[in-house]
T-cell receptor, first 113, second 112 residues
């Protein structure tokens, strides 16, 4: 019944490494999102995508990039990981054409050491 | 851009009491307001939502109210139970976008 899958639940990376976080949804949703969740700050939008090969910056895009080559997959890339990117990363998706809530993935807890 | 403020950040109630969480939003063009519940170690789950053409919506023990003039909306949980303990997030979205702007979250603790 799982509809949004994030490839890793926990990840530990070294400073300066290139990190890929993968998200796959099987609901044929057009819209996909990457948020980071930090205590006291809620969920902050990093990047989102309305369609294949389309992407838009969210509120905190610095240090991140994304890729959406296929409709079902939305990847978040940390080009050179830093300790301040240690966080919980949540992927979400939703349909177009109306007011629909998100379906979230289980999250990836990334620690950069 | 849109900004959503949520209060309180923590809330502790006795089992059986009511809990109210309040959010305000900045952009009057916002027209969709969902609430999410996130239990410890789990993904956020949509529990109720309201659209701007409706003032109140109920689903069993939970209800949401919306005041468009004042630009605030609230989550009401009645007859709270220990399993209601979680972090609750409000969010707002404009008609022109599919992105949600979230509040900072409220940690609700229901004491048995």
């Amino acid at each position: 019944d799982v509809k949004v899958t994030q490839s890793s639940r926990y990840l530990v990376k070294r400073t300066g490494e290139k990190v890929f976080l993968e998200c796959v949804q099987d609901m044929d949703h057009e819209n996909m999102f990457w948020y980071r969740q930090d205590p006291g700050l809620g969920l902050r939008l990093i990047y989102f995508s309305y369609d294949v090969k389309m992407k838009e910056k969210g509120d905190i895009p610095e240090g991140y990039s994304v890729s959406r080559e296929k409709k079902e997959r939305f990847s978040l890339i940390l080009e050179s990981a830093s300790t301040n990117q240690t966080s919980m990363y949540l992927c979400a998706s939703t349909l177009s054409g109306g007011n629909y809530g998100y379906t979230f993935g289980s999250g990836t807890r990334l620690t950069v050491v | 851009g849109e900004n959503v403020e949520q209060h309180p950040s923590t809330l502790s109630v006795q089992e059986g009491d009511s809990a109210v969480i309040k959010c305000t939003y900045s952009d009057s063009a916002s027209n969709y307001f969902p609430w999410y519940k996130q239990e410890l170690g789990k993904r956020p789950q949509l529990i109720i939502d309201i659209r701007s053409n409706v003032g109140e919506k109920k689903d069993q023990r939970i209800a949401v109210t919306l005041n468009k003039t004042a630009k605030h909306f609230s989550l009401h949980i009645t007859e709270t139970q220990p399993e209601d303990s979680a972090v609750y997030f409000c969010a707002a979205r404009m008609d022109s976008s599919y992105k949600l702007i979230f509040g900072s979250g409220t940690r609700l603790l229901v004491r048995p």
